[in-house]
Structure formats: structure tokens, C-alpha cells
């Protein structure tokens, strides 16, 4: 049995179109990356900020393909186990997808569910458990994920930081087990 996981580290995927429109993208809607997420992608794995990710040992990653894009340019350079987590895909956002961002509701107020999509309570179960799958790797781990799945962690693990751009780098760790998670 491996030891409990103390550290890991959360990338959000690079620009789409979608991000650079101001429109919802969720689960229902499986976007690329556009040139300018390959390029943060790029520059991401060539930075010396990637350098403290030198321990990972698996990279866990959403099966969306703006995730899997990021995770495999990352992996060019850490060279680490690839795991897909479905858990890890986007908020499915039902009607809401494809809408401008300045049309729909404030997305984390307690009563905005999307119609048609999961309710808020359902995805941040799915994410727990997607974090619980990612956690139980060899770690080491980094999670190649959206930024609806930082701010369900977020919560999850009670850190104060939900917003996440798009291919920025995150530590996150802890002392010991019984210990609260915080941001590196």
C-alpha cells in the first residue's frame, strides 16, 4: 500500500477558443486547444517553473481533449505515467454551454445550477471523487484539469484560491495526513 499523498500540483489547460470568446465551456462541449493554448502549453513545459514538478510521478488528467493536449506537451518534459479520470472532466453545464459568460448567472452562487447540466452538489461529488482517484496514484501527482475542477477542489480541500488562468501552475500540500491542505 503506497503512503498517503502530501504534495501535488493542478495545471488548468490552455486558451480555446471558447476562453478567448468569453463562453461557456463545459463537459459538453470538447474544444481544442487554439494556437495560443498549444503556445502556453509549449511554454509552460519548457519553463523553469515546470522545474518543481521534477518529482512527479503520474500525471492525472481530465479525458477532454484541451486537457489532454496541455498534459501531453507538459509530458514531453516529466516524462511521468499518463492516468485519464473521467471525474476530472468540466462541469456539465447544459444549457448553459456555449452561452457568453456575461449572460449566465454568477456560476458558484449557491443557487445556480445549470438546467440540463449537473447540479452543483453533483459535480462537486464527481470531482471528490476524481481527486480521491488522482490522490491514490503514485505521487507525486500532477492534474491536468479545467478551471470548474480547481474551484470544486478548491472547496473540497477549503482553499482560499478558486480562480485559476489558463495553463497556470499550482502546489498544493500538506504536513502529514491529519493536516488541512494549503497553497504552495
Request: proline share 5%.
Amino acid at each position: 500500500m503506497s503512503e498517503p499523498c502530501e504534495k501535488f500540483y493542478f495545471v488548468r489547460h490552455g486558451e480555446t477558443d471558447a476562453n478567448a470568446n468569453n463562453l461557456a465551456a463545459g463537459s459538453g462541449w470538447d474544444i481544442e486547444l487554439n494556437s495560443v493554448g498549444l503556445a502556453q502549453a509549449q511554454a509552460l513545459a519548457a519553463s523553469e517553473r515546470l522545474g518543481m514538478c521534477k518529482d512527479v510521478m503520474t500525471i492525472c488528467v481530465s479525458p477532454m481533449t484541451r486537457a489532454l493536449q496541455t498534459a501531453e506537451a507538459i509530458n514531453q518534459v516529466l516524462q511521468a505515467p499518463l492516468v485519464v479520470i473521467e471525474q476530472l472532466k468540466e462541469w456539465q453545464l447544459g444549457d448553459w454551454e456555449r452561452v457568453s459568460w456575461s449572460e449566465l448567472p454568477s456560476l458558484y452562487h449557491p443557487d445556480s445550477n445549470p438546467p440540463n447540466g449537473e447540479t452543483q452538489i453533483q459535480f462537486g461529488t464527481r470531482v471528490a471523487g476524481g481527486l480521491s482517484a488522482a490522490l491514490g496514484q503514485a505521487g507525486p501527482i500532477l492534474i491536468v484539469a479545467h478551471g470548474g475542477v480547481w474551484h470544486a477542489i478548491s472547496r473540497i480541500l477549503t482553499l482560499p484560491h478558486a480562480s485559476i488562468g489558463n495553463c497556470d501552475l499550482i502546489r498544493v500540500q500538506r504536513a502529514s495526513a491529519a493536516d488541512p491542505w494549503i497553497l504552495d
